[in-house]
């Protein structure tokens, strides 16, 4: 199964929300969708889900969703924590979507265990915490074990040991051949969990490409290299036209070049080298510096 | 279509207000239905002693309870698509059933059902009233054409709710798909009659609700429309409502 988001757009009067969006999900990975507040990340999900109208195409294994004969077992999706009557049990909630593709009883107590609401199936779920109902809307999506999972923001308000454990559930059950899409502000988990990424901002595409790849175009990887001598292992290194900066008393950051090539550089100078590191910029890093021309609601500075 | 209509019988069913709604209306109507079924006498001799045997207003004890039914009804065929936009389960139901019309078609067969049910158990509270009075089965001396009258409760209802449901689910409101009708109905239909009754002497005949509230007189002639005239006017609202309603929910974002 893979997913073609083709040309996805929305508008709302004359703000474009979603421009001209495309892109492919693979199963097997674990796909991050990343992009700053209003960015368009749940539009997008609801324009492939077809929730809301627009323009472009979703197609699921090469086809639109309402060609599917069981769509629960296509994707599973979930968009919001809150999306339950609070009134139904859990229980009930899951028995009401269980519908659509027959699911079988058994597996719903099984998923309510998965989750780990075994212990509040039968109650009703007016007081629900935030984190309860990201479990109830997950196990909602994963119920008739889609093919595809869309979750939009599905670790807010998990404690870290859920957080955990959704990471590993993610991972698991992309594992198995399945398409998993899934969006997030925790970036440091979303680091952990994704191997692709989805990026936009203002609507528009920034990226999409493995999470190596997002990560090596910031200009926050580079090397740093303390010696003896850092302005003679700079003299050097321009000698070979290598830009470089100073940072503390004996070091020197360099974003043009390898560590190899530095090493190489101080060796023939003659300068000792205490430290030679290649820094690599988090994906909350590259995440910022790629986008950060393109946020839709600034803050001010903090004094 | 099966599973659409299994995934709205649950979650109409699931839903406790809707178990609540059916027992204060079996009690209600039945407590209607025996204050209305009080045996009176037709004639009285020159001393005041009764001629003939006693007699209950066998079938006034069905109608009684009807308006309360249509209200209580609306509330369930209003939450049926109002609640689906408040609680935000309108996303997860239209991504189950993408297909817009069949999920729809499956609400407006489920809410339809509610009615009559709703209707029968308001039907079985006044019977169960007249029952302990000792009146289960109608007067042979009953008025004539009332062999309709309770295939009518359950038309007025029907629509009355199916109103409520186009209502909600235009404004994707649950209260409006309630209150809109008991209020046109009790009070902004009645005001523009009688304010504009020079001007627009017609507008006690194409007026929904409070039209549809005269469905039970069967005076006919002239006057404004009763019976299944009445019934025929709100159901032509009802159509209009409805095809707005279709419209948009084929057409808007969820």
Request: charged share 15%.
């Given at each position: 199964?893979?997913?073609?988001?083709?040309?996805?757009?929305?508008?709302?009067?004359?703000?474009?929300?979603?421009?001209?969006?495309?892109?492919?999900?693979?199963?097997?990975?674990?796909?991050?969708?990343?992009?700053?507040?209003?960015a368009?990340?749940?539009?997008?999900?609801?324009?492939?889900?077809?929730?809301?109208?627009?323009?472009?195409?979703?197609?699921?294994?090469?086809?639109?969703?309402?060609?599917?004969?069981?769509?629960?077992?296509t994707?599973?999706?979930?968009?919001?924590?809150?999306?339950?009557?609070?009134?139904?049990?859990?229980r009930?909630?899951?028995?009401?979507?269980?519908?659509?593709?027959?699911?079988?009883?058994?597996?719903?107590?099984?998923?309510?265990?998965?989750?780990?609401?075994?212990?509040?199936?039968?109650?009703?779920?007016?007081?629900?915490?935030?984190?309860?109902?990201?479990?109830?809307?997950?196990?909602?999506?994963?119920?008739?074990?889609?093919?595809?999972?869309?979750?939009?923001?599905?670790a807010?308000?998990?404690d870290?040991?859920?957080?955990?454990?959704?990471?590993?559930?993610l991972?698991?059950?992309?594992?198995?051949?399945?398409?998993?899409f899934?969006?997030?502000?925790?970036?440091?988990?979303m680091?952990l969990?994704?191997?692709?990424l989805v990026?936009?901002?203002?609507?528009?595409?920034?990226?999409?490409?493995?999470?190596?790849?997002?990560?090596?175009?910031?200009?926050?990887?580079?090397?740093?290299?303390?010696?003896s001598?850092?302005?003679?292992?700079?003299?050097?290194?321009?000698?070979?036209?290598?830009?470089?900066?100073?940072?503390?008393?004996?070091?020197?950051?360099?974003?043009?070049?390898?560590?190899?090539?530095?090493g190489?550089?101080?060796?023939?100078?003659?300068?000792?080298?205490?430290?030679?590191?290649?820094?690599?910029?988090?994906?909350?890093?590259?995440?910022?510096?790629?986008?950060?021309?393109?946020?839709?609601?600034?803050?001010?500075?903090?004094? | 279509?099966?599973?659409?209509?299994?995934?709205?019988?649950?979650?109409?069913?699931?839903?406790r207000?809707?178990?609540?709604?059916?027992?204060?209306?079996?009690?209600?109507?039945?407590?209607?239905?025996?204050?209305?079924?009080?045996?009176?006498?037709?004639?009285?001799?020159?001393t005041?002693?009764?001629?003939?045997?006693?007699?209950?207003?066998?079938?006034?004890?069905?109608?009684?309870?009807?308006?309360?039914?249509?209200?209580?009804?609306?509330?369930?065929?209003?939450?049926?698509?109002?609640?689906?936009?408040?609680?935000?389960?309108?996303?997860?139901?239209?991504?189950?059933?993408?297909?817009?019309?069949?999920?729809?078609?499956?609400?407006?067969?489920?809410?339809?059902?509610?009615?009559?049910?709703?209707?029968?158990?308001?039907?079985?509270?006044?019977?169960?009233?007249?029952?302990?009075?000792?009146?289960?089965?109608?007067?042979?001396?009953?008025?004539?054409?009332?062999?309709l009258?309770?295939?009518?409760?359950v038309?007025?209802?029907?629509?009355?709710?199916?109103?409520?449901?186009?209502?909600?689910?235009?404004?994707?409101?649950?209260?409006?798909?309630?209150?809109?009708?008991v209020?046109?109905?009790?009070?902004?239909?009645?005001?523009?009659?009688?304010?504009?009754?020079d001007?627009?002497?017609?507008?006690?005949?194409?007026?929904?609700?409070?039209?549809?509230?005269?469905?039970?007189?069967?005076?006919?002639?002239?006057?404004?429309?009763?019976?299944?005239?009445?019934?025929?006017?709100?159901?032509?609202?009802?159509?209009?409502?409805?095809?707005?309603?279709?419209?948009?929910?084929?057409?808007?974002?969820?």
């Amino acid at each position: 199964m893979t997913v073609e988001a083709i040309g996805l757009g929305k508008s709302y009067g004359s703000t474009r929300a979603v421009d001209q969006l495309s892109f492919e999900l693979r199963p097997g990975v674990v796909t991050g969708f990343l992009g700053p507040n209003g960015a368009g990340k749940s539009t997008t999900m609801r324009l492939m889900l077809g929730l809301d109208r627009g323009d472009g195409v979703t197609l699921w294994d090469g086809r639109p969703l309402v060609e599917h004969d069981h769509v629960t077992r296509t994707v599973g999706a979930h968009l919001d924590a809150k999306f339950f009557h609070p009134s139904r049990s859990a229980r009930n909630h899951l028995r009401m979507l269980a519908t659509e593709a027959s699911v079988p009883p058994g597996r719903i107590d099984e998923v309510i265990r998965l989750v780990g609401l075994d212990g509040v199936a039968g109650k009703r779920p007016s007081s629900y915490s935030l984190g309860m109902g990201q479990r109830l809307g997950l196990a909602g999506a994963i119920l008739a074990e889609p093919r595809v999972l869309l979750l939009d923001e599905p670790a807010n308000g998990l404690d870290p040991q859920s957080i955990q454990w959704l990471r590993d559930f993610l991972r698991h059950y992309a594992a198995q051949g399945n398409v998993v899409f899934v969006s997030s502000h925790l970036l440091s988990e979303m680091q952990l969990m994704a191997e692709h990424l989805v990026v936009i901002a203002a609507g528009r595409m920034v990226a999409d490409e493995t999470l190596d790849a997002f990560v090596a175009r910031s200009t926050r990887n580079d090397v740093l290299v303390r010696c003896s001598d850092p302005a003679a292992l700079a003299t050097a290194l321009a000698a070979e036209g290598i830009t470089s900066t100073r940072e503390g008393a004996d070091g020197l950051v360099v974003t043009t070049v390898g560590t190899d090539h530095v090493g190489d550089v101080a060796f023939r100078a003659g300068v000792a080298v205490r430290e030679l590191t290649r820094r690599t910029a988090s994906l909350e890093e590259a995440f910022l510096e790629l986008t950060s021309d393109q946020q839709q609601f600034r803050t001010g500075d903090v004094a | 279509m099966t599973a659409a209509l299994h995934y709205e019988w649950v979650r109409i069913s699931t839903v406790r207000s809707t178990r609540i709604l059916l027992v204060v209306l079996l009690v209600v109507s039945a407590g209607l239905g025996w204050l209305v079924a009080v045996p009176h006498y037709l004639a009285y001799d020159e001393t005041g002693n009764p001629i003939g045997p006693a007699v209950v207003n066998w079938w006034k004890a069905f109608g009684m309870p009807l308006s309360l039914t249509a209200v209580l009804t609306s509330v369930v065929a209003a939450q049926a698509i109002g609640q689906e936009y408040r609680f935000g389960l309108i996303r997860l139901t239209l991504t189950a059933f993408p297909l817009r019309r069949q999920i729809l078609a499956a609400k407006l067969i489920v809410v339809a059902g509610a009615c009559v049910v709703f209707t029968l158990v308001s039907y079985l509270g006044s019977l169960l009233a007249l029952t302990i009075r000792g009146y289960p089965t109608p007067p042979a001396a009953a008025p004539e054409a009332q062999d309709l009258y309770l295939l009518k409760g359950v038309v007025l209802v029907l629509l009355w709710g199916l109103s409520s449901f186009a209502l909600a689910g235009i404004v994707r409101q649950t209260a409006v798909g309630i209150v809109v009708p008991v209020v046109s109905g009790a009070l902004l239909e009645t005001l523009l009659i009688a304010l504009l009754s020079d001007r627009a002497p017609w507008l006690d005949h194409v007026l929904p609700w409070s039209t549809a509230a005269r469905w039970a007189e069967s005076s006919g002639g002239d006057g404004p429309p009763t019976g299944w005239a009445a019934l025929g006017v709100l159901a032509v609202w009802v159509v209009g409502l409805l095809v707005v309603q279709v419209v948009a929910f084929l057409r808007r974002d969820a």
